[in-house]
């Protein structure tokens, strides 16, 4: 027994099968194009319909254009005696992302300018890339580079970056109405398993999880190499998302175990920014609340001007923010089920939150009898309270402008509970749904 509490509701068997699908996941070599972006939708469509598209090199997205397709199959340096100094089949973060091909014999001096290493994190490998200005370069962790001698040694990267696609995965689940709630989470990180892989295993999770339930709402889920993805795939349907959104939510780093945090929108004045808040302080406590001023993910795209969508960025320790974050230290020890399983509470309860936020009008004047409808104790004692306090304190606020995040925020219950009630309260008569038609009716 090591004497932890567990965190209501957290369920660490799906934590484990979670990270079941991480470690297989975990090996393969992606980058923001390629064949390791198109096996890891393989995988990923063995557990959810995954509609895959593939967007050719040069296509004009905005101001930016689809680059070429890299892919990798081998890439070390050899020492003078013929030994593998560094060696990607060891770790694909040896290898700076998007190298061009390079079989060269070059002195420790000249090679050390294609060399990076941190010194501050003398153990980790660093993750680098180079996308859009042609180089090659190896990553090594600091101590290994100290002990490189004075010599020669042979660099060899077996690249290739030639005219391709950009690869994304897409699931739309339709619900109830036309009106959406948008997730998207990147797939281009090699072998990090919070900063790339938590995003991926826990969306899909959660999309089996939502298509068992009946849904209000449809949701459109997504699966991007970050940046170049996402702004592809707004060029392909901003329109559609700015007129169809309800609220979004950009998933990444959920599978550590560091609480709960979000990345605001730009003035944190939406929906989802409520919601996000309005959950981590029910599971949590406290919201960790970044400003949009800390963005780095493709909340950037989502909120950029003239697309500023609806969206918050989903994290439990926040990208950047941990000192694992970028290096060979985000491995599978890093992430564990129970910090899977916490994530996948997160944003399945800003989900639960989306679903539920009506707007109520209590139908009845004055306090309704409730005993007769079977909602209150029939034996009055000064217990009697604690139980139906949520309900009689949703009853109070259910004036017709507050919806369930404004009245869980005045009263303390969490939404997904309140929604509960008020669908009861429905059942009775005692409520009526506002809705933005109802209002203009009026």
């Given at each position: 027994?090591?004497?932890?509490?567990?965190?209501?509701?957290?369920?660490?068997?799906?934590?484990?099968?979670?990270?079941?699908?991480?470690?297989?996941?975990?090996?393969?070599?992606?980058?923001?194009?390629?064949?390791?972006?198109?096996?890891?939708?393989?995988?990923?469509?063995?557990?959810?319909?995954?509609?895959?598209?593939?967007v050719?090199?040069?296509?004009?997205?905005?101001?930016?254009?689809?680059?070429?397709?890299?892919?990798?199959?081998?890439a070390?340096?050899?020492?003078?005696e013929g030994?593998k100094?560094v060696d990607f089949?060891?770790?694909?973060?040896?290898?700076m992302?998007?190298?061009?091909?390079?079989?060269?014999?070059?002195?420790?001096?000249?090679l050390?300018d294609?060399?990076y290493?941190?010194?501050?994190?003398?153990?980790?490998?660093?993750?680098?890339?180079?996308?859009y200005?042609?180089?090659?370069?190896?990553?090594?962790?600091?101590?290994?580079?100290?002990?490189?001698?004075?010599g020669?040694?042979?660099?060899?990267?077996?690249s290739?970056l030639?005219?391709g696609?950009?690869?994304?995965?897409?699931?739309?689940?339709?619900?109830?109405t036309?009106?959406?709630?948008?997730?998207?989470?990147?797939?281009?990180?090699?072998?990090l398993a919070?900063?790339?892989?938590?995003?991926?295993?826990?969306?899909?999770?959660l999309?089996?999880w939502?298509?068992?339930k009946?849904?209000?709402?449809?949701y459109?889920?997504?699966?991007?190499p970050?940046?170049?993805?996402?702004?592809?795939?707004?060029?392909?349907?901003?329109?559609?998302?700015k007129?169809?959104?309800?609220?979004g939510?950009?998933?990444?780093?959920?599978g550590?175990?560091?609480?709960?945090?979000?990345?605001?929108?730009?003035?944190?004045?939406?929906t989802a920014?409520?919601?996000a808040?309005?959950?981590i302080?029910?599971?949590?406590?406290?919201?960790?609340?970044?400003?949009?001023l800390?963005?780095?993910?493709?909340?950037?795209?989502y909120c950029?001007p003239?697309?500023?969508?609806?969206?918050?960025?989903?994290?439990?320790s926040?990208f950047?923010?941990?000192?694992?974050?970028?290096?060979?230290l985000?491995?599978?020890?890093?992430?564990?089920p129970?910090?899977?399983?916490?994530?996948?509470?997160?944003?399945k309860r800003?989900?639960?939150?989306a679903?539920?936020?009506?707007?109520?009008?209590?139908?009845?004047?004055?306090?309704?009898?409730?005993?007769?409808?079977g909602?209150?104790?029939s034996?009055?004692?000064?217990?009697?309270?604690?139980?139906?306090?949520?309900l009689?304190?949703?009853?109070?606020?259910?004036n017709?402008?507050?919806?369930?995040?404004a009245?869980?925020?005045?009263?303390g219950?969490?939404?997904?509970e309140l929604?509960?009630?008020?669908?009861?309260?429905?059942?009775?008569g005692?409520?009526e749904?506002v809705?933005?038609e109802?209002?203009?009716?009026?």
């Amino acid at each position: 027994m090591t004497g932890r509490v567990e965190k209501p509701g957290l369920d660490l068997s799906l934590g484990g099968e979670m990270h079941g699908l991480m470690r297989k996941l975990f090996p393969i070599c992606r980058s923001i194009t390629g064949n390791g972006v198109r096996k890891t939708l393989s995988l990923l469509r063995e557990h959810i319909p995954l509609e895959i598209h593939e967007v050719p090199s040069g296509t004009k997205v905005f101001d930016w254009e689809v680059p070429r397709e890299w892919n990798i199959r081998d890439a070390f340096i050899l020492d003078q005696e013929g030994r593998k100094v560094v060696d990607f089949k060891e770790n694909n973060l040896h290898v700076m992302g998007y190298s061009v091909p390079v079989d060269r014999r070059l002195p420790l001096g000249e090679l050390q300018d294609h060399l990076y290493s941190l010194e501050d994190q003398p153990e980790a490998i660093p993750y680098l890339t180079s996308y859009y200005a042609e180089r090659w370069g190896f990553c090594l962790a600091h101590r290994e580079r100290l002990k490189l001698e004075e010599g020669m040694y042979r660099a060899v990267i077996d690249s290739d970056l030639s005219p391709g696609h950009l690869t994304y995965g897409e699931c739309i689940i339709p619900g109830q109405t036309d009106r959406e709630i948008f997730c998207s989470t990147n797939i281009c990180h090699p072998s990090l398993a919070n900063n790339e892989l938590s995003g991926p295993v826990v969306l899909t999770y959660l999309i089996k999880w939502l298509r068992s339930k009946p849904r209000r709402y449809t949701y459109r889920m997504v699966f991007v190499p970050e940046t170049i993805g996402a702004i592809t795939y707004l060029s392909r349907h901003a329109e559609h998302l700015k007129d169809k959104m309800e609220a979004g939510f950009n998933i990444s780093c959920v599978g550590d175990e560091g609480g709960y945090s979000y990345v605001a929108s730009p003035y944190g004045d939406k929906t989802a920014d409520r919601i996000a808040g309005n959950v981590i302080k029910h599971l949590d406590g406290e919201a960790r609340v970044y400003p949009f001023l800390n963005r780095g993910s493709d909340e950037r795209q989502y909120c950029s001007p003239g697309i500023d969508l609806p969206l918050v960025s989903l994290c439990n320790s926040k990208f950047g923010a941990y000192p694992e974050y970028h290096t060979s230290l985000d491995n599978l020890d890093f992430v564990t089920p129970r910090g899977l399983a916490q994530g996948f509470q997160y944003v399945k309860r800003c989900l639960e939150t989306a679903e539920m936020n009506r707007t109520y009008r209590a139908t009845c004047s004055g306090e309704p009898q409730l005993g007769k409808r079977g909602l209150y104790p029939s034996l009055g004692t000064r217990k009697t309270w604690a139980p139906v306090a949520s309900l009689w304190n949703l009853i109070a606020y259910a004036n017709g402008t507050n919806d369930l995040v404004a009245v869980s925020e005045t009263i303390g219950a969490p939404v997904w509970e309140l929604g509960h009630i008020a669908l009861r309260l429905l059942e009775e008569g005692l409520f009526e749904e506002v809705t933005k038609e109802s209002l203009t009716k009026a």
